[in-house]
């Protein structure tokens, strides 16, 4: 079963279009958001 937690990183990446993002700096992004979900 999937978590929630796991979609929304992805929802956001469709959203925001990464390709006009660093990729390091969306990993950076993504390693927070996982950090702030498990709060």
């Keep these: ?3 929630m937690k796991d979609l929304e990183p ?3 990446f469709k959203i925001y ?3 006009n993002i660093n990729k390091q700096e969306w990993e ?3 390693r927070l958001y996982n950090l702030l ?3």
């Design 37 to 39: 979900s498990l709060i």
């Design 28 to 30: 950076e992004f993504l």
């Design 10 to 12: 992805s929802v956001s």
């Design 17 to 19: 279009k990464p390709e």
């Design 1 to 3: 079963m999937v978590r």
